[in-house]
């Protein structure tokens, strides 16, 4: 698993919790190390191992702790790159919500060696769409669902999000659209503003 992963959940219970209760994590999950490096490989079975150790030592379920990293990584100021390469998927939230399909591409122009989960998206009406998951991590529609949520005030859209199941390791989320410019979003420029 790419360490990018690893380090994202680690930064979020760091800023979320505190760095004592990361180490916590850390040692009860019995790492030899404290600090995961976002540019290297680590072994697959790091990731859930982390994830269920942060569930108990957190109290929490590992589903809230997903979605709450999805939240995480797309509303935090030091993720901010994370808001604009998904903010590149359209003008409005059904635009997003239909270049979903190629995130997995786009992301591999950027990091080549960062497998990010495949997502088909698959419209049932025209405010009614099943965002299909499909992952090596139990659990990664969670993740989606707090992006989702964050991505949808960040473009000023109602929507309501629902965990659907999952059957044969995909994983599907229920995204029924409201309206789609609900309020006023937040704003976003193609440039990145430099210094």
Not at 78 to 94: Q, T
Not at 153 to 161: E, F, N, P, T, W
Request: aromatic share 10%; hydrophobic share 45%; glycine share 8%.
């Amino acid at each position: 698993m790419h360490g990018l992963i690893n380090r994202s959940i680690q930064m979020f219970i760091s800023h979320t919790y505190g760095a004592s209760k990361w180490e916590a994590v850390a040692h009860a999950a019995e790492l030899d190390f404290t600090e995961f490096e976002a540019m290297l490989l680590y072994k697959d079975s790091y990731t859930p191992l982390v994830l269920d150790t942060a569930a108990q030592v957190l109290g929490q379920k590992r589903a809230d702790i997903m979605e709450d990293i999805g939240t995480f990584l797309v509303s935090h100021p030091g993720f901010e790159a994370v808001r604009r390469l998904l903010r590149f998927g359209g003008e409005d939230f059904v635009d997003f919500l239909h270049s979903l399909d190629d995130l997995h591409e786009r992301v591999r122009l950027a990091l080549p060696d960062l497998r990010l989960p495949k997502l088909e998206l698959h419209s049932t009406s025209a405010d009614h769409f099943d965002l299909i998951c499909e992952a090596d991590i139990a659990g990664y529609a969670h993740v989606m669902m707090g992006v989702l949520r964050v991505m949808a005030d960040d473009y000023g859209a109602l929507a309501v999000l629902q965990f659907s199941g999952s059957l044969s390791g995909r994983e599907r989320v229920s995204v029924t659209l409201v309206q789609n410019d609900f309020a006023e979003g937040r704003s976003f420029e193609l440039g990145a503003c430099v210094g």
